[in-house]
């Protein structure tokens, strides 16, 4: 069975600071990593996905992520934090062999930006 | 339409009474999928629809829930003799294609309160 898991359900860092949401995943096969976020009150809207090639993926209003296979990671992060990237963040993954309905997302991370 | 569209966004009802959810997916998207979130926690997959092929019903919690779609349109989620444990968001989500790379576009939910 395919699982994530964000180990933190809150983040606070400062505005201009270095931001990062962690994820790690359990999956069969190759994963395809997918992060998205949740403003207050509004839908989740799609941030970036790791499928293939380079580990490194730039999504979004700034943020990239890290895929690293050995450590079965797929960390978000974004160089300057800004107060409007206060949000709910969830990681979700599928495999390769999965069907293509069930993706697996983890129980969110808060990221609260303070000024 | 421009995204997913839900409706209602809110839904009060009492306990034991049936209620139906509706979603309206992006034009073209030929994959619609339900998953509930509870409050606090992640997203718990309901059902997935691609196409014409049958649905993936493994997600749906009892018999009373069901769900249909017409062809690659509106779907419907039902849910008979509500209960309370049933309180949550239900989203509706579409995706282009077949493969596991597509990203999910989520509607803004319908929030129901059974009493």
């Known amino acids: 069975a395919q699982s994530v898991a964000q180990p933190e359900d809150q983040v606070n860092v400062a505005e201009g600071n270095p931001l990062t949401v962690k994820c790690t995943y359990s999956?069969?096969?190759?994963?395809?990593l997918f992060w998205y976020v949740q403003y207050p009150n509004r839908g989740l809207q799609f941030l970036l996905k790791y499928i293939t090639g380079d580990n490194l993926v730039k999504g979004s209003y700034g943020f990239e992520a890290e895929f690293n296979k050995s450590q079965t990671s797929f960390h978000l992060k974004k160089p300057s934090a800004l107060v409007s990237d206060s949000a709910l963040y969830f990681c979700?993954?599928?495999?390769?062999?999965?069907?293509?309905?069930?993706?697996?997302f983890g129980d969110g991370t808060t990221l609260t930006v303070k000024p | 339409g421009a995204g997913v569209s839900q409706s209602p966004s809110n839904k009060v009802t009492e306990k034991g009474k049936d209620v139906e959810l509706r979603c309206d997916p992006i034009s073209g998207h030929t994959a619609l999928y339900w998953y509930r979130q509870r409050l606090g926690q992640g997203l718990e997959f309901l059902i997935y629809?691609?196409?014409?092929?049958?649905?993936?019903k493994s997600g749906l919690p009892s018999d009373r829930f069901s769900a249909e779609r017409t062809g690659e349109s509106v779907s419907t989620l039902t849910i008979q003799r509500t209960q309370q444990e049933d309180s949550a968001v239900y989203l509706c989500?579409?995706?282009?294609?077949?493969?596991?790379?597509?990203?999910?576009?989520f509607g803004e939910g319908s929030r129901l309160t059974v009493l």
């Open positions: 979700a993954v599928r495999g390769i062999n999965t069907n293509a309905g069930k993706s697996t």
């Open positions: 989500a579409s995706s282009y294609g077949l493969a596991n790379t597509g990203e999910l576009f």
């Open positions: 999956v069969s096969g190759n994963p395809y």
């Open positions: 629809f691609q196409g014409n092929s049958a649905p993936d």
